[in-house]
T-cell receptor
Framework: GAVVSQHPSWVICKSGTSVKIECRSLDFQATTMFWYRQFPKQSLMLMATSNEGSKATYEQGVEKDKFLINHASLTLSTLTVTSAHPEDSSFYIC????????????FGPGTRLTVT | GNSVTQMEGPVTLSEEAFLTINCTYTATGYPSLFWYVQYPGEGLQLLLKATKADDKGSNKGFEATYRKETTSFHLEKGSVQVSDSAVYFCALRLNNAGNMLTFGGGTRLMVKP
């Protein structure tokens, strides 16, 4: 089946620094990827839709200047958390639909970010 | 708007017990319905799905039937195992809204030996 990877799986950073999270579709091309945020024991909240070759679409309330998304190729999207603060600590998950076949969404394993 | 409501957890069961996790939805169109499972420390995995009314999705002993009349998609399993302990998410996708999923709040299942 289709595989989506994320890197790193976990990261600890200091307040004020920036962190980049990568999402890759390993065996299929993804013109669209989704970025979610998940707080402990809560559901996934869609942050933004990453579009290859164009600007990302952000959900209401998500700061586009803080959460920079770049869909560099058909297999890679990156989320950069800029000037991170402790309240940005969360589990970030990406997903990609395999539009070539079944349109099912495949999820990455997630990245746990802790900002100290 | 579109929304998914599922029963709050945690649900704690003994091994071999019967499982039901309720899920109801509201949608402006005709959605496809999904159950995803998230094991500790991992991303979500598709468990089963149904794309139209009266369809039954099934996988790994889990089943859910798309009930349009009650706007429900309850997840059931006849005999749970300790390895089923995870968080289960009900989700919908409108068939004219690309690939965007709307998730329920998740239900944590704990199965004790």
């Amino acid at each position: 089946g289709a595989v989506v990877s994320q890197h790193p799986s976990w990261v600890i950073c200091k307040s004020g620094t920036s962190v980049k999270i990568e999402c890759r579709s390993l065996d299929f091309q993804a013109t669209t990827m989704f970025w979610y945020r998940q707080f402990p024991k809560q559901s996934l909240m869609l942050m933004a839709t990453s579009n290859e070759g164009s600007k990302a679409t952000y959900e209401q309330g998500v700061e586009k200047d803080k959460f920079l998304i770049n869909h560099a190729s058909l297999t890679l999207s990156t989320l950069t958390v800029t000037s991170a603060h402790p309240e940005d600590s969360s589990f970030y998950i990406c997903s990609a639909p395999q539009t070539e076949t079944n349109h099912e969404q495949y999820f990455g394993p997630g990245t746990r970010l802790t900002v100290t | 708007g579109n929304s998914v409501t599922q029963m709050e957890g945690p649900v704690t069961l003994s091994e071999e017990a019967f499982l039901t996790i309720n899920c109801t939805y509201t949608a402006t169109g005709y959605p496809s319905l999904f159950w995803y499972v998230q094991y500790p420390g991992e991303g979500l995995q598709l468990l089963l799905k149904a794309t139209k009314a009266d369809d039954k999705g099934s996988n790994k002993g889990f089943e859910a039937t798309y009930r349009k009349e009650t706007t429900s998609f309850h997840l059931e399993k006849g005999s749970v195992q300790v390895s089923d302990s995870a968080v289960y998410f009900c989700a919908l996708r409108l068939n004219n809204a690309g690939n965007m999923l709307t998730f329920g709040g998740g239900t944590r299942l704990m199965v004790k030996p």
